[in-house]
């Protein structure tokens, strides 16, 4: 099973008030033919589609022409960034699902549509958690975030995704490829380690997170493979064909 995991286009995107439309294009083209070459099986597209929550009308048509595009190779799912529009990509939702386009622009249970089923080409069944950007005003109530020190509300808000992820998961089966498809920042993420024919991590760490004075490393947590439904997971199987993986427990931060 081929899984292409691709984020953070940002398109709409500009350089001193230039236009980056021709380059977003032709590397959005470029991906949609690695999608092709490769004959992917499951494409995940994983946040911050757009620069901005209100891009310009060439900007949508990139990314929307560009994820149907994708899905002529393959299902794609999609979820919503800190940069997106929930709303934005909730309208588009049925018209994007059409085209064989599965999204999650925000938060949803898992019988609502935030735990997804599908059949690939190759017969397996693969179950996607779907968790979009999630931030600590909306998943910290309004009185915490008055009482409490900084230090305790990433706390808090680190406690509450683990119950949403926990949930989410609940329908993980061992006879199914499951996978959890996230925008979010990580403490204490590190590169998974492959057996396999090596690949390329899709996290690339900033220079905040390689500098040997900080021992925490930080990381965008955009996808994560899981071989079983948790706590029955061993380690050594599936799991290790994700992109991005953690070998011990990581915490969950608030965008800041």
Aim: net charge positive; charged share 20%.
């Amino acid at each position: 099973m081929r899984i292409l995991h691709t984020s953070d286009w940002h398109v709409g995107r500009t350089i001193r008030g230039r236009s980056r439309a021709v380059e977003h294009t032709a590397v959005l083209a470029e991906i949609v033919g690695v999608a092709q070459a490769e004959a992917v099986d499951l494409v995940l597209v994983a946040g911050d589609q757009f620069d901005t929550a209100a891009p310009a009308p060439d900007a949508e048509r990139i990314v929307w022409r560009s994820l149907l595009d994708l899905a002529e190779v393959a299902p794609v799912v999609v979820v919503a960034g800190n940069h997106d529009n929930p709303l934005r990509l909730d309208a588009v939702a049925p018209l994007l699902a059409a085209g064989g386009v599965h999204s999650g622009a925000r938060l949803s249970r898992p019988h609502e549509g935030g735990l997804l089923t599908i059949e690939l080409a190759t017969g397996e069944m693969a179950k996607i958690a779907l968790l979009p950007f999630l931030s600590q005003r909306g998943i910290v109530r309004a009185d915490e975030l008055m009482d409490l020190d900084a230090d305790q509300h990433a706390g808090r808000y680190d406690a509450r995704v683990k119950v949403i992820i926990e949930r989410l998961c609940e329908g993980f089966t061992a006879e199914t490829v499951n996978l959890v498809v996230a925008h979010l920042m990580m403490a204490g993420g590190v590169v998974a380690a492959v057996s396999a024919a090596p690949t390329r991590s899709s996290t690339t760490p900033s220079p905040r997170q390689r500098s040997p004075t900080r021992p925490t490393t930080w990381r965008w947590a955009t996808c994560i493979v899981l071989s079983q439904s948790p706590p029955r997971a061993p380690p050594g199987t599936r799991g290790r064909l994700c992109s991005w993986t953690s070998a011990r427990p990581v915490t969950a931060r608030p965008w800041r």
